[in-house]
């Protein structure tokens, strides 16, 4: 994270809905690891969303 302060990190599925919620509150600055477990969802096509402040990045991923 390039800032401290509050972060929320969110998986969706294609339509933008959220399917899992993966880690939320107040972080230091620096490089971040969020442990996911997948399981749960089927296998498809996904966006991970990581919040901060004014900024969002967006990676997209396939679960097997």
């Known amino acids: 994270l ?3 302060g509050k972060v929320s990190v969110d998986v969706l599925d294609l339509l933008g809905q959220q399917v ?3 880690a939320g509150g107040t972080r230091p ?3 971040v690891q969020w442990a996911m ?3 749960s969802l089927p296998s498809g096509l996904y966006l ?3 919040q ?3 900024a969002v990045q967006v990676v997209r991923f ?3």
């Open 2 to 4: 390039q800032d401290a």
């Open 20 to 22: 899992m919620h993966v």
């Open 29 to 31: 600055a620096g490089p």
């Open 37 to 39: 477990d997948l399981g």
């Open 48 to 50: 991970v969303r990581v």
């Open 52 to 54: 901060q402040q004014n």
């Open 62 to 64: 396939t679960k097997n």
